[in-house]
């Protein structure tokens, strides 16, 4: 969640004159035709994020079938540069082509990945395969956000992100059970031909579920019927230049990052994180410095602003509870002896408190947003503390406890961060900012995965894997993120306040 808006509406009444007393209801919002259309859109969230559970599931077998075992690492670290990058990209490609287009060529090369990766003689090409695959996956994300904004009206926005959330959660439980399957069968390729099937369906039946009056440049009310849920489009905007250099600098940002991450030499790994934090500190400064065409809203620039606390929120929170992602299935399996079914599963609670947070309270009122975010940044920093506390001693279902209530402080306020932000830029940059939530989301889960890493490498793990390793390793990579995570919720906190 980069790039001019390309169709103008009509600006959203203030909040005091548009908020009703309670949000519509899902039966009213199911009989509207809404929820059919957007759960279109919400399937690319499907196919990205079971993509990474069921990869996690099967990359044994993968490595025993074609090898690269040294390349690892860069398995997910490339799918991440191409969904930042996706991310990065998709609002000025939706500018000039329109959702309808964005959400088709997203799906393309998130097939044509699968079908690299499902061919792959060898790990190296296999890497070219997860870079499409994440690039597409990134776009079919950012797509599905920015389409709230444009095509959906405000008072149904928290539904319709809180449906996202449930689409993820449901991708993390079922994601195992399907690698599972396809690692019984002993067919790896399998999964990734399942998963470019569905991309390429996608991509064709885009043409037919998304209304032709979104493509850039189409006449208002050329196709689809009256919906009193959806925005009437408009004229286009100018397409911008396309940002080569800003996505070439944060892509050589974003690699020097990952590198410092799975690199075993301490020194190597500082000199090249470094690198990539100031290669991103560049980034912003050229993106921020520019008169228009913006990949993030130029409302952060401000201090205080809504924009600023809202992505500052977002990043330190993200950054500071991707441990658990990265560290939680090794820490679980040497400490506790959990079975790779049952970690996986463990490590699924995080999503599944998220998206049943984000559905049970999407349809609160506006007047308690204030109270909602706030406990929910402050849930994120309970469920990291909690994670340094009992994850060496247990017990587990404590741990699970503390996954449930990190994922669920994350989903219960996640639909009003967004909708807040949106809200606070102008007309012309609410694509950006829509798109701005994912896209500073990965730039954090890439940051704190490195860091973490960092941190494990540096307290015992890059001595090898041990019980007596694990025990100092399963403390410092969630103590070492507090003081980020208290910067989030201090910004949450200053965010909620307007």
């Not at 969640?1 to 390309?6: G, Q, S, V, Y």
């Not at 090249?272 to 008169?291: K, M, P, S, W």
């Not at 609160?364 to 929910?376: F, N, V, Y």
Request: net charge positive; glycine share 10%.
């Amino acid at each position: 969640m980069t790039h001019p808006d390309d169709q103008h509406h009509a600006p959203s009444p203030p909040p005091s004159a548009t908020a009703p007393s309670a949000r519509p209801n899902w039966r009213a919002l199911a009989k509207s035709g809404v929820l059919s259309r957007f759960v279109f859109l919400g399937l690319g969230i499907w196919l990205h994020a079971a993509d990474e559970l069921i990869i996690s599931t099967l990359i044994t077998d993968i490595v025993a079938d074609i090898g690269g075992i040294e390349l690892l690492g860069w398995n997910l670290a490339l799918y991440e540069l191409g969904s930042i990058l996706a991310g990065a990209a998709m609002g000025l490609q939706i500018a000039r082509s329109g959702l309808r287009a964005g959400f088709a060529l997203s799906a393309l090369a998130y097939a044509t990945g699968c079908a690299i990766s499902a061919l792959a003689p060898a790990m190296e090409i296999m890497l070219l395969g997860r870079l499409a695959q994440g690039f597409g996956g990134g776009g079919l994300v950012a797509v599905a956000f920015i389409a709230v904004e444009k095509l959906f009206d405000r008072s149904i926005w928290p539904q319709l992100f809180a449906l996202l959330s449930a689409i993820w959660g449901v991708s993390a439980f079922l994601g195992p059970l399907i690698g599972g399957l396809f690692a019984q069968a002993d067919w790896w390729r399998g999964a990734f031909w399942f998963f470019g099937i569905q991309a390429a369906l996608l991509a064709a039946t885009a043409y037919i579920i998304i209304p032709a009056q979104h493509v850039a440049g189409t006449a208002p009310g050329s196709s689809g019927g009256p919906d009193s849920s959806l925005k009437p489009a408009g004229t286009a905007a100018a397409p911008a230049i396309f940002p080569a250099r800003r996505l070439a600098v944060l892509a050589a940002a974003i690699v020097a990052i990952a590198w410092s991450g799975i690199t075993a030499n301490l020194m190597a790994a500082i000199i090249t994180g470094c690198a990539g934090l100031a290669g991103v500190g560049v980034f912003l400064a050229i993106d921020q410095n520019r008169t228009s065409g913006h990949i993030l809203p130029s409302a952060i620039r401000t201090r205080g602003s809504t924009a600023r606390n809202s992505l500052v929120m977002v990043f330190c929170l993200a950054a500071s509870t991707i441990s658990f992602s990265v560290f939680g299935p090794v820490l679980l399996r040497v400490l506790h002896q959990l079975s790779a079914l049952e970690t996986g599963y463990v490590i699924a609670l995080e999503s599944i408190g998220w998206s049943v947070a984000a559905i049970a309270l999407a349809n609160q009122p506006e007047h308690r947003e204030k109270l909602i975010i706030r406990t929910g940044a402050s849930l994120v920093l309970i469920g990291l503390i909690g994670f340094a506390v009992t994850m060496v001693s247990g017990p587990v279902w404590l741990v699970c406890v503390f996954a449930v209530l990190q994922g669920a402080g994350f989903g219960m306020s996640w639909s009003f961060i967004i909708r807040r932000l949106v809200e606070s830029v102008g007309e012309t940059e609410r694509s950006i900012a829509a798109a701005a939530i994912p896209l500073v989301q990965r730039i954090a889960y890439a940051l704190g995965a490195a860091v973490a890493g960092l941190v494990a490498n540096s307290v015992g793990f890059s001595g090898g894997l041990s019980a007596q390793t694990a025990q100092v390793v399963a403390i410092w990579v969630f103590v070492a993120f507090i003081p980020l995570a208290t910067i989030g919720v201090f910004a949450g906190f200053k965010m909620s306040a307007k």
